[in-house]
């Protein structure tokens, strides 16, 4: 008997993960949080402070639980982030066999752009935390042998994302006088006591009629009217045509569905109906709602249509039901963020541009995501001082001096008349450090332009 049997095939070996040492660091340090996750769990009602921006020394645990958060409030309420964290490590990740014609299962249209919304919304997530890719990797691709870990982080993300919606929802419950045009000087009547039920907002209060209701049912009227007290607070008068709505809509005979817009997502008395987009989501109500501390939690300081559609749900539930749901009766808040975020599917529309740069220059101001930009501040002493030195080494006449010290102090945001325009190089080397400033200023500007009493420079500004 022959004993020349080939020896069996030795059992694939799974490819050994080579991590780097900066990665590996992030990734021990995850494991461990996920492995300590409840031992670790601070009390009840007691919050330990944070950093107010997703700093890099954060643990990497703490920093995916901000994009968590950061997941609801500017990619998608809706979206279960367990979907996100399925399709998108599975999407970019995933070693996939050759698929053979006779067994390709054919994937519904309706089932594949779900899992690209999921993809998106991943990728999105992550632009927060990007270097934490890597170590998500790592720990994707160790599923299959220790899906434990996986499975602990997806539902730590999971609990995240959930705790910002219900917080934002909190916050806001007994936030009614938003929606009054100078909350501090005027007063709701008849007011919502904090211990009121939810039941008390909706069709209920003459003030809410015009809120809530699309302005193709009822027009909008201000939040104001007569003064009803020496305190200053106003009443909006209720006409009969307007109780008989209100009447139906409490009955149930009149239903409102997310198709159709409150009033407070326009302008106050900007609405026409021949012109829709005239002051829509200009209201100061939804304005309100996208709160500038939780986006530089995110260290996002760039609004986009998904944080405004978070926003329209989010003050809709507000004057309403006042705690977090995706229905409130036949009324679809999935429907209403899907109707907003579609405002601005076409990027160069004239009114999506427009609005996006009113919720930015409202919210944000000038803020820019980049801690070494430039920001305006007293003159800088040793810049002026530097100046004058290379000016006096290089020999130049006192209105060269000048010249260069406006530049410096200015930084350009008076405007300078010259006879000749400097090279960009020039302009850029407004942002270097003063010694670097005056070289590229000397360099780039002629000696003859240098010396030239046609520089008008305001003596004021100097």
Same mark, same amino acid.
């Given at each position: 008997?022959?004993? $020349?049997?080939?020896?069996?095939?030795? &059992?694939?070996?799974?490819?050994?993960?080579?991590?780097?040492?900066?990665?590996? /660091?992030?990734?021990?340090?995850?494991?461990?949080?996920?492995?300590?996750?409840?031992?670790?769990?601070?009390?009840?009602?007691?919050?330990?402070?944070?950093?107010?921006?997703?700093?890099?020394?954060?643990?990497?645990? @703490?920093?995916?639980?901000?994009?968590?958060?950061?997941?609801?409030?500017? #990619?998608?309420?809706?979206?279960?982030?367990?979907?996100?964290?399925?399709?998108?490590?599975?999407?970019?990740?995933?070693?996939?066999?050759?698929?053979?014609?006779?067994?390709?299962?054919?994937?519904?249209?309706?089932?594949? @752009?779900?899992?690209?919304?999921?993809?998106?919304?991943?990728?999105?997530?992550?632009?927060?935390?990007?270097?934490?890719? @890597?170590?998500?990797?790592?720990?994707?691709? @160790?599923?299959?042998?220790?899906?434990?870990?996986?499975?602990?982080?997806?539902?730590?993300?999971?609990?995240?994302?959930?705790?910002?919606?219900?917080?934002?929802?909190?916050?806001?419950?007994?936030?009614?006088?938003?929606?009054?045009?100078?909350?501090?000087?005027?007063? !709701?009547?008849?007011?919502? !006591?904090?211990?009121?039920?939810?039941?008390?907002?909706?069709?209920?209060?003459?003030?809410?009629?015009?809120?809530?209701?699309?302005?193709?049912?009822?027009?909008?009227?201000?939040?104001?009217?007569?003064?009803?007290?020496?305190?200053?607070?106003?009443?909006?008068?209720?006409?009969?045509?307007?109780?008989?709505?209100?009447?139906? !809509?409490?009955?149930?005979?009149?239903?409102?569905?997310?198709?159709?817009?409150?009033?407070?997502?326009?302008?106050?008395?900007?609405?026409?109906?021949?012109?829709?987009?005239?002051?829509?989501?200009?209201?100061?109500?939804?304005?309100?709602?996208? %709160? #500038?501390?939780?986006? /530089?939690?995110?260290?996002?300081?760039?609004?986009?249509?998904?944080?405004?559609?978070?926003?329209?749900?989010?003050?809709?539930?507000?004057?309403?039901?006042?705690?977090?749901?995706?229905?409130?009766?036949?009324?679809?808040?999935?429907?209403?963020?899907?109707?907003?975020?579609?405002?601005?599917?076409?990027?160069?529309?004239?009114?999506?541009?427009?609005?996006?740069?009113?919720?930015?220059? $409202?919210?944000?101001?000038?803020?820019?995501?980049?801690?070494?930009?430039? /920001?305006?501040?007293?003159?800088?002493?040793?810049?002026?001082?530097?100046?004058?030195?290379?000016?006096?080494?290089? %020999?130049?006449?006192?209105?060269?001096?000048?010249?260069?010290?406006?530049?410096?102090?200015?930084?350009?945001?008076?405007?300078?008349?010259?006879?000749?325009?400097?090279?960009?190089? &020039?302009?850029?080397? !407004?942002?270097?450090?003063?010694?670097?400033?005056?070289?590229?200023?000397?360099?780039?500007?002629?000696?003859?332009?240098?010396?030239?009493?046609?520089?008008?420079?305001?003596?004021?500004?100097?």
């Amino acid at each position: 008997m022959s004993t $020349n049997a080939p020896a069996p095939s030795p &059992a694939p070996v799974p490819p050994t993960l080579i991590i780097q040492d900066a990665i590996k /660091r992030k990734y021990d340090d995850l494991v461990s949080a996920l492995s300590h996750t409840e031992a670790q769990a601070a009390p009840a009602g007691k919050r330990r402070k944070r950093s107010p921006t997703v700093s890099a020394s954060l643990p990497p645990m @703490e920093r995916l639980v901000i994009a968590a958060k950061y997941f609801t409030r500017a #990619v998608n309420p809706f979206m279960d982030i367990a979907e996100a964290m399925l399709y998108g490590p599975d999407h970019h990740w995933s070693a996939r066999a050759v698929s053979c014609p006779s067994n390709t299962i054919v994937i519904p249209s309706s089932e594949l @752009e779900r899992q690209q919304l999921c993809i998106r919304a991943f990728d999105k997530m992550f632009g927060t935390v990007p270097d934490l890719l @890597e170590v998500v990797k790592h720990l994707f691709l @160790e599923a299959s042998s220790k899906p434990g870990r996986w499975k602990k982080l997806v539902k730590q993300m999971q609990a995240a994302a959930k705790s910002a919606r219900t917080a934002d929802t909190n916050g806001l419950k007994h936030q009614l006088s938003y929606v009054l045009p100078n909350p501090l000087k005027e007063a !709701l009547v008849p007011p919502v !006591l904090k211990q009121e039920s939810k039941s008390d907002r909706r069709f209920i209060l003459p003030w809410s009629d015009h809120m809530l209701l699309p302005p193709l049912v009822l027009s909008p009227s201000p939040v104001s009217g007569t003064s009803t007290d020496e305190t200053g607070a106003t009443e909006t008068a209720v006409t009969g045509a307007q109780t008989e709505l209100l009447n139906r !809509l409490v009955a149930g005979r009149v239903e409102l569905t997310a198709t159709a817009f409150p009033s407070f997502f326009w302008e106050e008395g900007s609405y026409n109906p021949d012109d829709l987009d005239h002051g829509l989501l200009r209201g100061h109500l939804i304005l309100r709602i996208p %709160g #500038v501390c939780n986006a /530089r939690v995110h260290e996002v300081f760039k609004i986009d249509r998904e944080m405004i559609g978070y926003a329209g749900v989010q003050a809709r539930t507000m004057m309403s039901t006042s705690e977090w749901s995706p229905r409130d009766g036949s009324y679809s808040y999935e429907e209403l963020f899907k109707s907003i975020v579609n405002l601005f599917a076409d990027p160069d529309d004239p009114w999506a541009k427009e609005t996006l740069d009113w919720f930015q220059r $409202n919210i944000f101001g000038d803020a820019i995501n980049d801690s070494n930009a430039s /920001r305006e501040s007293v003159p800088d002493a040793s810049a002026n001082i530097l100046a004058q030195r290379i000016a006096r080494r290089k %020999g130049l006449p006192l209105c060269s001096k000048l010249f260069i010290y406006a530049l410096f102090t200015l930084r350009y945001q008076t405007e300078v008349t010259v006879d000749w325009k400097p090279s960009p190089t &020039a302009y850029n080397a !407004l942002r270097l450090n003063p010694y670097e400033l005056a070289i590229n200023l000397h360099d780039h500007f002629p000696q003859a332009v240098l010396s030239s009493s046609h520089h008008r420079i305001p003596f004021s500004s100097v």
